[in-house]
């Protein structure tokens, strides 16, 4: 593959992943026991867990490199708090670890890929300035 062929599929392959990201997070929900803690909890992430894909979608459509940024952070914030959720889940004894040690690597994958995304960027600009 050439490389316009590269970067033309990764930003669909991104989106593909945060969609079933936010998919696996509302299947989780569905599976949660129906105590008020379980449903809390479970409410917040799957607050944060769907908004992931939603925020790095609008990034892909940023005006600007600073809009990306913002976006791509935010898509950060929402999944460190997702994050957040699960260990409470797992640490609360409502979801047993195992379950959910594949989400959690995603979500950490996730998070990696962002984050190498708004270094990137943020490089590229300060190469531009100089």
């Known amino acids: 593959m050439m490389n316009d062929e590269l970067e033309k599929k990764k930003p669909q392959d991104?989106?593909?992943?945060?969609?079933?990201?936010?998919?696996?997070?509302?299947?989780l929900y569905v599976s949660l026991p129906n105590s008020t803690v379980a449903q809390v909890i479970g409410r917040q992430i799957?607050?944060?867990?769907?908004?992931?894909?939603?925020?790095?979608?609008?990034?892909?459509?940023?005006?600007?490199?600073?809009?990306?940024?913002?976006?791509?952070?935010?898509?950060l914030q929402e999944l460190e708090e997702t994050r957040y959720w699960m260990e409470l889940l797992v640490d609360g004894g409502i979801v047993a670890?195992?379950?959910?040690?594949?989400?959690?690597?995603?979500a950490d994958q996730l998070a990696a890929i962002l984050v190498s995304s708004v270094?990137?960027?943020?490089?590229?600009?300060?190469n531009e300035k100089s």
């Open 46 to 75: 799957l607050r944060s867990g769907t908004s992931v894909g939603a925020q790095y979608r609008e990034g892909t459509r940023a005006r600007s490199d600073a809009e990306f940024i913002s976006k791509i952070e935010g898509a």
């Open 97 to 106: 670890e195992a379950k959910m040690r594949n989400i959690v690597d995603e």
């Open 119 to 126: 270094k990137t960027v943020k490089k590229r600009r300060q």
């Open 14 to 27: 991104l989106k593909e992943r945060t969609k079933q990201f936010a998919l696996r997070i509302i299947r």
